[in-house]
Structures are given as structure tokens and as C-alpha cells.
């Protein structure tokens, strides 16, 4: 491995990391830009010398050209950024800037690490962006436009502020728009409005970035370690309501994640370090001396107000006294975009002068003259009680209905909560659209519209205030009800999955309709039915933790449900959650027994078959092997008279517990049979179905029976073929299984190169999505890899923290596997006892679990630190190998014969007994046909040439 050396220049606790592209005040890292970053890289490597305004501009703009206002906004960043130390940077007045200090460099090697695979973009899209495409032009904006677009180069952090209806989202969407092509990463925005529960954030981050994390709580540092070094710029919309997760979420992005930077629109800031706060300034209002001049077309409120009035009145060109009613109406909604909308809307089909003399008087209403003496908001609410009772009653209560809709809705959609015919309803939205009130969502292929937030809280409260909101939010959950069918019906799953995009996109709205049905006001039946509907839909989604929290509300409610078709769905749904974010535990496996009764009892096959998976995976990872073949082997006499499918995955399920049960022949031709037969057209449903990839997994255990047939050269093409087919699922939980069955290879054939690069992969992806099992085994190949490159003390910790974790999450099946190895490392270092109390701990989980496989392992290990410890019983030692030498000949293992033949072997010939040392190993040396590069394979020709 080569080295890489690294830069630090200090000075007075100051730190510049050229690497890291980091500066630190006294170890810890100050937030600060890109651009403000090489701005001070330039100034320390100019020790001091003066740096002109022009080369600064070349260095770190080339190509570019900047206006002096752009420099000096990082010039403040960087002063911002140093504190209380501000004055050692200094502005030389008309030349240029110069970094006072005593800088001196302190250099670093740091081996360079493997790169990891990482999923690949297409040539043409590198980089990822959700930014919603413009509905109309931006108004008077362009020059703050600019300044973010400065100020994110500057800053890490920049939070827009101002009143509800001032245009931050419209700004920091447009900002994100234009920064995308240059910005060399992804433009992601987040929408926050629709979120009732702070704790939702991190997961709803995650949501957006696609990072399908796993677990029972996503935090923020879990997001932010998935994120990694990706450049992002993350904008996260609407955080006032949040304003304390959005804030957490922002701080932890900006210290874990060193090219993510974070764009935020808040009523308040989020008052974290390094946070750059720009309010959002209302539009500029001509002054009331230039009211119907000319001049009033140059200002920003009165170019928006005939722009939207032009979109709904093509042929309006406003004449001097017309000119002097929109100046009058822009000031007195004190230049605010959303409020000029709405006047606009209203002009288009009432007459100019008819808005203006009715804002007038109901401004004076609300504010008793004096227009800034409350809070913008009542402002706003001002301006929709206005615009709401402009409307028709029929108007008014499409709105009040189309509230019910955080994320949005369909003609279909809206037409079932109204309880309207579709052509009344298509028309009423047409009029609100309008107006101003609703507005079409251009990004999506199928209309689709959504209310302005603000005006959807304030038709929800009218909604409310007038008894309509229950009745409204139950058609809501009913329409759900259809919505969402596809996933519950087996025929149509493949369909869900394969248009999981489409409903994606309403799953603000199912989250409002079932937080309403099991409210107190809601009703827990529908509620029931819900939950069981979209229990797959979750997990689809990735989103396993919110299917589990939705299934247990539903099993507290169950009532007279209980015993139904719903209860099944809703208890193995709850089985396979708690699983995967919890563990094996008990009720995991009360819940799933329960479904499989259930199953059973309504002679539903697909459950059955569900269920059944969740029972196996739950045995074959607690170690309860033979349970595992028990569901198994149930499950087959069914699958018999049933579909490829079923008899596919009838036989991976009998493999798997076969293949650590050591009945390594069936168990290969069962794995195989899976393999060969299964039709991938299913892979992404069964993964839903049945926690796994049938293919991926089968191929992944096969392994184990490859290696112990001494099948080597298989086993590693085997191997492979599993983690190219894992990459393709997109799936964290199947890719692991494969790296770790091709990291445990790599290590038993002596290949620790390969054997690192596997188990850093998998510690690196288990720990960003959460996958504690997998994440232990990583550990314990890390261990494994350092014992193996002669360094057995760096190796023992992580081995033992993996194996705590395995035991934590009882997930046993490869338990007795590191046990063994760990015992081998402590007698390397002369722990024999400890290294034996390890095996007989071993030991005795085989014994009791029939974990068969590694007992030949156990055994010759067991004799090999008896040997290393200098017992004096050597007729002990000899007679641990030639049990393991017996075992794993009655199990075919020709592998672990060897290795055990090599050793009592070498055991002999120490002895001066080569002939009886030749005959023990010569015979199974002569049996191999394949894997002649393994490390224990060149051991023993090599003890075969010496003793021949």
C-alpha cells in the first residue's frame, strides 16, 4: 500500500488542512465554502505576502469573470470564520489582502486506502437533482439571485429568512436550478412542510438522498455517515415548524459531511455555527410620488403584478390610471410576491380599481391603520381572508376540501374527497387555478396540483371551523384505500414495485390520512385496513422502520379484526420489521407465528410462504438450525405442486440450514437448483416477500458447501458471480450477505488482500445503513485481515467488538466461525488458556445448535494450541486430528480434511513418523482437483516435498 502525505499549516492555533480542505480553530473544524477555503489556501501560501485582488481572482475564479462584491462577500466570510482573530486577515485599501501570522507547515503520510466500488451514473447524467422545474419566469430576483449564488460558495450554510408568501422557496429553487451544472454534485431539495413529527427529518433526508437506511431510529449522524465526502448541495425548504431537527440535521451535515452545503428557507434562523442568514427582502414598491408615471414599470412588485394579470389576460396593457392602482395595491401588500399574486388573480377577473378600493379597506380592517404594527403573517392572512371570500361558496369549499392534500393531488383524487362529479370538480380546480390558489406542478408527467402552503393551513382551518375536516380526511383514507390496493394484491405487487415512483409521490397523503384514522377523532377500522394495505408499500420504500410503527398502531387497535385476513398481513409485516431494526427477538417471532396460523387457517399461500421466510430467516440466524430446515422442509411438501418460483425458493430454503448442518452434497444441489431455476423476473418482489434475494443468497451460502468440498476454484468464480448480482439489486441487506460470504473465502484461501477489500466495504456500507449483524461481521473480518498480516494484537479488538455485536443482535450463524479464529490469534500470542476457554465456548454452540460445518475447524484448532501450549499429552493432540480428519470426511468436507491431515501431518513428521505422515496426508492431497494457489493447500505440498 502507498503512501500519501499530507499539509497542515499552523499559526496561533490556527489550522489550514490542504487535504481536508479544512480550516480548524484549535482541532475543531470551522464551517466556511469552497471558494472562501482556496481563498485562504492562497493568502497562507503566500506567507505573508501581499496578494492583489486580480490574482486572487485568477486563482480561485479562473476563467471566470467576478465582481469586486463577490470578493468581498468571502472576505467576510473568512473574517466571520475567524473570530475574534479577524484582524489577521487585512485589506490592503485599492491592492489586495494579505493572512498575518507565523505559519509553519507540518507534514503527514497516511497509507492510501482502497477506493471502494461505488454505483455508477450514466455519462450523460452524472449528478443527481429533484429541484422542481420553474411554473413561471422569477421576478426582480436576479440580483438575489447572484448574491446566494456568491454566498454558497462562502458559505457552508445559508439560511433564507423572512415572512410566509415572501418567495424563499421560489429563490432557493431557482438558486439550486442555476448552481446545478456548474456545482460538480447533486442538487437535492427537501420538502419539510408536510412533516407533523420533528423526529421525521433525518428520515425524510434520507428519503430524498435515496440512502435506504435500516434501523429502528435514523438519526442525523446516520444520514450524514451515508452521505460521506459526496458533494451535495441539500436544500431544505419550509424548517420553521422543525426548526430545532432542521437545525441538528444542518449542524451535523456540516461537521461530518465536508462537501455538503446546506440551503434553508425558515421564518427563523437555525442559529447554528457557521450559518449565513439572508432575508428575503419584500419586492421594491414605487414611492407614492411616482404613482402612474412611467418610472413605476422599472419596480419589481409592479412588474410581477402585470406579468401574472398578462398570464391570465393576454391582451392587458395597463393605461396611467390603471398604472397608479396597481402602484397603490403593490405598497399596500408591502411588496410581498404571494399577496401581489393573489391581487393579480383577483384584477384579471374583477377589474383593477374594483381590487383596489377592497384591499384598501380590509388592510385598514385588520391592522387598525397601522399596517406593520403585527406580524406579517396576519398580513398574509389578511390578504387570504380577502382573496378567500372573493370566491363563490362552491369555490370556497373545493379549497377548503383540496387542503386535506400535503403532497399534492390528482383530478381523481380531488373528485373522491369532494364527493363532486369529476367535470365539476376539473372546472373548480381551473378556476382556482386562476386565481392563484392552486397551482399545477409542471415536473410531473400526469396533472397534478397542489396548494401554496400557506393558503392550504388557512383553508385547513376553515375546513376545520366548519365541521368538515373528519368527514373530509376519511374520504381522504378511503381514496387511500384504492390508491394503494396493488400492494396488497399478490397478482399486482410486481406492477407497485415496478411504478413505485407513482406512488411515491402521495406519501404525504397516506401519512395524513392514517395519522388521522388512528387519532381520537379518526376511526380505527379504516385505519386497520390501511395499515395493512400499504404494509409493503414501506417497504418498498426502504422505509421498514415507519411500516413496523404503522402495523404495531394497527395490531393495538385491531378490534374486530382480529382473526382476519388483516391481522395476518399486519403481523408478518411487524415480524420481518422488527427483525430488521431490532433483532431476533421474541416478538418478532410471536408475531410471525401468528401470521403463519393465520395463513394457514385462510389456506393463503402467499402468506404462508411470507411468513414461513420470516420464521427461517429468524432460526437460521438465531443459530437454530435445525427449526430453520423444520419451516423448510414445510414449506417444500407445499411447493411441490406449486410454481417454479415456489419450488425455487423451497430449495434455497432447505440449502441454507443444510449447508451449516454440513450436509454439504444435498445442500450444494439444492443452492444450485435455486439458482438455476429461479426467474429473476420476481427478484424485486420476493426481496418485499421474503427479506432476501433468492439468487444472491443462494449463491452467497453456497460458498460455505464450495469450500468444504474443497471446490475452491468454484467457490471463488461463485462468489463473484453473488456480489456482481448483489451490486444489481440495489440493495444494502443482499449485498452484504455476499461480501461477507466473499470476504470469509478470501480469508480461508489466504487471499488477504482481497479478503480487506470485502470486509471494509461491507464494515463502510453496514454502517451507513444500518445493518448491525452485517456491520459485526464486518468487524471481525477487519480483525481477521490484521491477525492474517502478522499484526494478531490490532486484530483481537475488533474481532471481539464483532463478536459482542453478533451476540447483542443474536445473529448466530457465523458466531462459531470467528469464535474459532479468535482463539487461533490468542494462542499466537501465547493466551493459550484464554484462546481455549474461546474454544470450547465454540465448542459447545455447535454442539448444542448442530452447527456442524466448523466443528472439523474447532477440533484442529483445539489440538493445534494444545501443541503450541507444549502439553504434555501429544496422544490427545493426535487423536483431536484425526476426529476432525473423521468428521469432515463423513461430510464430504474435503477442505477441512485437509487442513486437519496437514496438521497432524506436521505433528508426525515432528515425531520422525514420515511415513505414517505421508500416508495420512498424500491420499486427500491426491483427491483435490481444484484450488492448488490456496494457502493451506500450498502447505501441504509443501510438507509432502519434505517429506518425500
Keep these: 500500500m502507498g503512501l500519501i502525505e499530507l499539509r497542515v ?78 484582524s489577521m486577515l487585512k485589506t490592503v485599501s485599492g491592492r489586495g489582502y494579505r493572512l498575518l501570522g507565523d505559519w509553519a507547515t507540518r507534514r503527514e503520510t497516511l497509507p492510501v486506502q482502497p477506493a471502494l466500488p461505488e454505483r455508477a451514473r450514466s455519462a450523460t447524467h452524472p449528478f443527481l437533482t429533484n429541484v422542481p422545474v420553474a411554473a413561471s419566469a422569477l421576478v426582480g430576483r436576479e440580483t438575489a439571485v447572484q448574491q446566494l449564488r456568491d454566498l454558497i460558495s462562502a458559505y457552508r450554510v445559508v439560511t433564507l429568512t423572512g415572512p410566509g408568501g415572501i418567495g424563499k422557496t421560489v429563490l432557493a429553487s431557482e438558486v439550486a436550478r442555476r448552481l446545478f451544472p456548474t456545482l460538480g454534485g447533486d442538487v437535492l431539495f427537501v420538502e419539510l412542510v408536510s412533516l407533523s413529527d420533528s423526529s421525521l427529518v433525518p428520515s425524510t433526508v434520507a428519503h430524498v438522498l435515496d440512502l435506504q437506511l435500516h434501523g429502528d431510529e435514523i438519526s442525523p449522524e446516520l444520514v450524514a455517515r451515508a452521505i460521506g465526502d459526496k458533494r451535495v448541495l441539500l436544500v431544505l425548504d419550509n424548517c420553521e415548524h422543525v426548526i430545532d431537527a432542521a437545525a441538528t440535521m444542518a449542524e451535523t451535515l456540516l461537521q461530518l459531511c465536508p462537501h455538503v452545503s446546506v440551503l434553508a428557507t425558515s421564518r427563523e434562523l437555525l442559529r447554528i455555527e457557521g450559518e449565513f442568514a439572508y432575508r428575503v427582502s419584500a419586492l421594491e414598491v414605487p414611492a407614492s410620488d411616482l404613482e402612474g408615471s412611467d418610472d413605476a414599470l422599472h419596480h419589481s412588485a409592479v412588474q410581477l403584478f402585470i406579468a401574472r394579470t398578462r398570464s391570465l389576460r393576454a391582451d392587458f396593457l395597463p ?20 399577496a401581489i399574486e393573489f391581487a393579480a388573480a383577483r384584477a384579471a377577473t374583477l377589474g383593477i380599481q374594483q381590487v383596489a378600493g377592497r384591499l384598501d379597506d380590509r388592510f385598514s380592517l385588520l391592522t387598525s391603520g397601522r399596517r406593520t404594527a403585527l406580524p406579517r403573517h396576519q398580513t398574509l392572512r389578511a390578504t387570504l381572508d380577502w382573496s378567500y371570500e372573493l370566491l363563490l361558496e362552491e369555490e370556497r369549499k373545493l379549497l377548503r376540501h383540496l387542503a386535506i392534500f400535503p403532497a399534492g393531488f390528482t383530478l381523481e383524487a380531488a373528485t373522491t374527497v369532494t364527493s363532486d362529479t369529476e367535470s365539476r370538480v376539473a372546472l373548480g380546480i381551473s378556476g382556482l387555478v386562476s386565481k392563484s390558489l392552486v397551482v399545477l406542478d409542471a415536473s410531473e408527467a400526469a396533472p397534478r396540483w397542489r396548494l401554496l402552503e400557506t393558503v392550504r393551513m388557512y383553508s385547513l382551518d376553515k375546513l376545520a371551523g366548519g365541521g368538515e375536516r373528519g368527514p373530509a380526511l376519511c374520504r381522504l383514507a378511503e381514496y387511500c384505500l384504492v390508491q394503494f390496493a396493488p400492494f396488497a394484491i399478490e397478482r399486482e405487487l410486481q406492477s407497485a414495485i415496478d411504478n413505485l415512483g407513482r406512488y411515491r409521490r402521495d406519501v404525504d397523503n397516506l401519512r395524513a390520512a392514517l395519522n388521522w384514522a388512528f387519532s381520537s377523532a379518526g376511526n380505527l377500522q379504516i385505519g386497520v385496513k390501511l395499515a395493512a394495505t400499504t404494509s409493503d408499500f414501506w417497504v418498498a420504500l426502504s422505509l421498514v422502520s415507519e411500516a413496523c410503527e404503522w402495523a404495531g398502531k394497527a395490531l393495538e387497535a385491531i378490534g374486530d379484526a382480529a382473526g382476519t385476513r388483516s391481522e395476518m398481513v399486519l403481523q408478518c409485516s411487524v415480524g420481518f420489521a422488527l427483525i430488521y431494526t431490532q433483532g431476533m427477538s421474541p416478538q418478532a417471532c410471536e408475531a410471525l407465528r401468528r401470521a403463519l396460523a393465520l395463513a394457514r387457517e385462510f389456506e393463503d399461500f402467499d402468506y404462508r410462504q411470507r411468513a414461513t421466510c420470516g420464521l427461517w430467516l429468524f432460526s437460521a440466524r438465531s443459530g437454530a438450525l435445525n427449526d430453520a430446515l423444520g419451516y423448510a422442509r414445510g414449506y417444500e411438501e407445499i411447493a411441490k405442486a406449486r410454481d417454479v418460483q415456489s419450488r425455487a425458493t423451497a430449495a434455497w430454503l432447505v440449502g441454507v440450514p443444510q449447508s451449516y448442518l454440513a450436509d454439504h452434497v444435498e445442500a450444494s444441489e439444492q443452492l444450485r437448483w435455486a439458482i438455476d431455476h429461479y426467474p429473476v423476473i420476481w427478484r424485486r418482489r420476493d426481496m418485499i416477500r421474503l427479506g432476501g434475494d433468492v439468487r444472491c443468497s443462494a449463491l452467497s451460502h453456497n460458498v460455505v458447501n464450495l469450500l468444504s468440498l474443497g471446490q475452491l476454484d468454484t467457490a471463488s468464480r461463485t462468489v463473484g458471480i453473488a456480489i456482481e448480482e448483489a451490486r444489481g439489486t440495489n440493495q444494502p441487506f443482499v449485498l452484504c450477505v455476499a461480501l461477507w460470504s466473499a470476504g470469509f473465502l478470501a480469508l480461508s484461501v489466504g487471499e488477504l488482500e482481497r479478503a480487506n477489500g470485502f470486509g471494509e466495504e461491507l464494515v463502510d456500507l453496514a454502517s451507513k445503513r444500518a445493518l448491525r449483524p452485517f456491520y459485526a461481521a464486518g468487524l471481525c473480518l477487519r480483525g481477521l485481515v490484521a491477525a492474517g498480516r502478522g499484526q494478531p494484537l490490532a486484530g483481537i479488538d475488533p474481532l471481539r467488538s464483532g463478536i459482542a455485536e453478533m451476540l447483542t443482535a443474536r445473529y448466530l450463524l457465523f458466531y462459531p466461525c470467528f469464535r474459532t479464529r479468535l482463539a487461533a490469534i490468542l494462542g499466537e500470542i501465547g493466551c493459550f488458556d484464554d484462546g481455549l476457554a474461546e474454544i470450547e465456548e465454540a465448542w459447545r454452540f455447535s454442539v448444542e445448535t448442530d452447527y456442524r460445518w466448523y466443528m472439523p475447524e474447532i477440533l484442529r484448532t483445539r489440538a493445534e494450541l494444545l501443541a503450541l501450549r507444549g502439553s504434555s499429552e501429544p496422544a490427545l493432540i493426535e487423536d483431536l486430528l484425526r476426529q476432525s480428519m473423521k468428521q469432515a470426511s463423513a461430510q464430504h468436507a474435503a477442505y477441512w480434511e485437509l487442513s486437519a491431515a496437514t496438521s497432524l501431518a506436521g505433528l508426525l513428521q515432528g515425531q520422525g513418523r514420515d511415513t505414517e505422515a505421508v500416508a495420512v496426508l498424500s491420499p486427500i492431497y491426491d483427491r483435490l482437483t481444484e484450488g492448488f494457489s490456496a494457502s493451506r493447500v500450498k502447505q501441504a505440498k509443501a510438507l509432502l516435498d519434505r517429506l518425500a
Excluded: Y
Excluded at 403593490?330 to 411588496?335: A, E, F, I, V
Design 9 to 86: 499549516l499552523e499559526s496561533g492555533g490556527w489550522e489550514v488542512d490542504l487535504a481536508k480542505r479544512e480550516l480548524r480553530a484549535r482541532g475543531s473544524a470551522v464551517p466556511i465554502g469552497s471558494r472562501a477555503f482556496e481563498i485562504i489556501e492562497t493568502l497562507v501560501e503566500a506567507a505573508g505576502e501581499l496578494v492583489t485582488k486580480d490574482d486572487l481572482m485568477r486563482r480561485v475564479w479562473p476563467g471566470l469573470a467576478v465582481e469586486d462584491n463577490t470578493v468581498q462577500v468571502h472576505i467576510s466570510a473568512i473574517r466571520k470564520a475567524l473570530g475574534a482573530d479577524r
Design 319 to 338: 393605461q396611467s390610471e390603471e398604472l397608479q392602482a396597481i402602484t397603490a395595491i403593490c405598497r399596500q401588500l408591502d411588496g410581498i410576491p404571494l
